[in-house]
C-alpha cells in the first residue's frame, strides 16, 4: 500500500502546478483520501481530490448506509458495513497515512452521498 500511495504522491506532484499543489495540501501535507476515493469509486475528477468536494457530488444519501459515501471537512471514505457493536465501518485511504477499513465516528460528518 505504501506503494500505491507514493505513487500517487508523485502522479500529482507530477501533473499539478505549484498553485494547484497547495490547493490540494492541508497543513503542509498531501491529503490522499480524496485522490485514493476517486481510485475506489472511478470518478476520475481533480475537484474530488479535495475531500469537501464530495459533499458535492452524486446525491444526498439522507443518512449513512453501506455503500454511501461519507465526507468530513477534510476526510472521505466509503462506509462498508457495521461492526458488532452497530458502529459504521469506514474504508479509506490516507486514515493513520494508510488505506484500512475500520469502525469509525461520525461526528461532524458534512454530508452523506450516493455516488
Known amino acids: 500500500m505504501l506503494r500505491i500511495t507514493a505513487a500517487i ?3 500529482v506532484c507530477l501533473i499539478t502546478t505549484d498553485a494547484e499543489a497547495r ?15 476517486t481510485q475506489y469509486t472511478g470518478i476520475h475528477k481533480r475537484n ?19 455503500g454511501v459515501i461519507v465526507v468530513w471537512r477534510h476526510h472521505v471514505g466509503i462506509i ?31 454530508a452523506y452521498r450516493k455516488v
Open 9 to 11: 504522491a508523485l502522479l
Open 23 to 37: 490547493r490540494y495540501r492541508h497543513r503542509g501535507r498531501l491529503p490522499w483520501c480524496g485522490i485514493y476515493m
Open 48 to 66: 474530488l481530490w479535495l475531500a469537501a468536494e464530495w459533499a458535492k457530488e452524486g446525491s444526498n444519501a439522507g443518512g449513512p448506509g453501506v
Open 80 to 110: 462498508t458495513g457495521q461492526d458488532s457493536n452497530g458502529r459504521w465501518l469506514i474504508h479509506s485511504g490516507n486514515d493513520g497515512n494508510a488505506v484500512r477499513t475500520r469502525a469509525r465516528s461520525l461526528a461532524g460528518v458534512i
